[in-house]
Structures are given as structure tokens and as C-alpha cells.
């Protein structure tokens, strides 16, 4: 393979941690603050994602969920707080050593080129040159395969539907097969099989590669079944953090999104039913 290829830096080579496996197998965010100018967005957010751990992120609109996730990618450059990924300060990593740890979905990735699905996913694994080997082809079509995209692989991203384009997106990032992933609201566009899917995929891969994987859902329920653990942001600071029968309850729920919620339990977890939408007479 004709790539520039920088492998994963070996262990304790960049590590100021040295030979630490605990802090290898961890995205950590401490005491992050964030501004855009002077509005403060991100107040003192720390939390921690393990490999092989899913943790959902949820909270209101224009709660900080987005800013923190770039961030965590260093596409927002941050001056207070730490983030260290895999054992190293995100300010020491180079752009390709980040790239090399963490995946990223961003939220309504609706520019779209018109190239195929199949060049979309590749890009993924795009290392500084335009070589792939028959090895990054194989992946790819697995990866498309798992989304049950293989039948549009030669498609335009232009051609296809929100949903198609989201979960092109998501396999771009999978493909990768990064010890983490960032996902902004990936499903948000996808039916409920769908979604069904792509969360049991998720699970999959964060088992199968070990991935720790931060998710931004608006979905409760969801959030609910796939997340070992859920940190709820309200106003850039997380106000519960936990397995989802500690966080969502009906008095989070009130306290966060002012609305009064319904819930029942079903097999030890926690869902939501709905709210009631007054009349207005
Ligand atoms: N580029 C920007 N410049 C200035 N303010 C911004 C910028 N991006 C976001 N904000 C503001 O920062 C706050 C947090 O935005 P953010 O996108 O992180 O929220 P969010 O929790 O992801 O919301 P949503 O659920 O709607 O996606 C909001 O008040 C938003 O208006
Ligand atoms: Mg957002």
C-alpha cells in the first residue's frame, strides 16, 4: 500500500503516560469550559468514555451537546479544561493522530458531493494518498453490507434519501473501525427499523472493536436501550450522569426540557410514554 501510513503511534511513544493501559482504553473530558466569543456554551464538563462503552448524550436544543463533540475532535480548540484521548492531550496530538483515534458524524451532514456511496465510505480510509488496498475495498463492502447499503453503492450521495445519506455517513465512520466514535444525532433521519438497525450495529462494533462510542440522541428511549451510560447537558453543564434508570427519571426530565413526561418501566429500564399538549382555548 502506497500510503504515507502513520500506524498508531506505538505504546508510550507519544504517551506522557507512558506504559498507563487504563488511560489508553479512555476518552476523558475534565473540566471543560468553552465560549464562542463571549458566550460561555460548556461550563466545567467532565466525563469519561471507556473503550467498548456506549455513553449517550442528550439535552435541550442549543445545550452544548454539538460544541462538546468538536471539541472532543479538536475542530473547536479549547483553552480551559483537558481532553485526553487514548492517554494523550488532545493539544499534543497531531490532525492525523486524532484522526487515527476518533470518528466523527456530524450533525446533519447534508453537503453532499455527487461521488458514489462506495468512493463516500472509502474516504473514510483515505491516509494521505488515493491507494486502497483489495483489504480496504473487502471492508468497505462489508461495511456498506452491514447498513444494508450494498445494493446503492454505486449511487450518487445526491440520489439518495435523507435516511440512505445518514446511514452513508455513519459507515464512513465505521469503516475505520476507530478506538472512538463521535455520533451527532446519526439516526435522527432514519424509520424505526432503521434506527432499530444502525443501534444494534453500533452495539456490535463497540463490542466487537472494542470502540468507545459518544452519542448524541434526542430520542430518550433510544438512548435508553443502547447507552451503558447516559450524561444529560442542560445550559453547557451535565446535570445527571449514570446508567439510564438513574438519569432518566420524571424529575431530570422536568427539570431539563420543562415538560411533563409520562414514564413506565419495562425489563429494569426507564421509558418515556409522551406528554400531553394542552389545549389552548
Ligand atoms: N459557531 C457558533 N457561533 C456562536 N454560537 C454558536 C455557534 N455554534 C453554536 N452556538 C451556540 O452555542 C450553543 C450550543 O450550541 P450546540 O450546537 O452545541 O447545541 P446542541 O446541544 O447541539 O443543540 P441541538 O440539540 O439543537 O443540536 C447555542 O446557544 C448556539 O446558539
Ligand atoms: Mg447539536
Known sequence: MSVRGHGMPKAGANSRNGGDEAERGKLSISNLSFAYGKAKVLDEVSLQINRGEIVALIGPNGSGKTTLLKCANRLLRTRNGTIDIAGDDLRRLRQWQIAERVSYVPQAADIVYPMTVFESVMLGLRRGSWHYSARDMAKVASTLEQLGLDSMSHKLLTELSGGQRQKAAIARALVRETPFLLLDEPTNHLDMKHKRDTIQILRRHSRGHNQGILIVLHEINLAVQLADRIALLE?????????????????????????????????????????RIENEH
Open 235 to 275: 445550559g453547557g453543564r451535565i446535570v445527571a450522569e449514570g446508567p439510564p434508570d438513574k438519569v432518566i427519571t420524571h424529575d431530570h426530565i422536568r427539570a431539563a426540557y420543562a415538560v411533563e413526561v409520562n414514564m413506565t418501566s419495562h425489563a429494569g429500564l426507564p421509558f418515556v410514554i409522551g406528554y
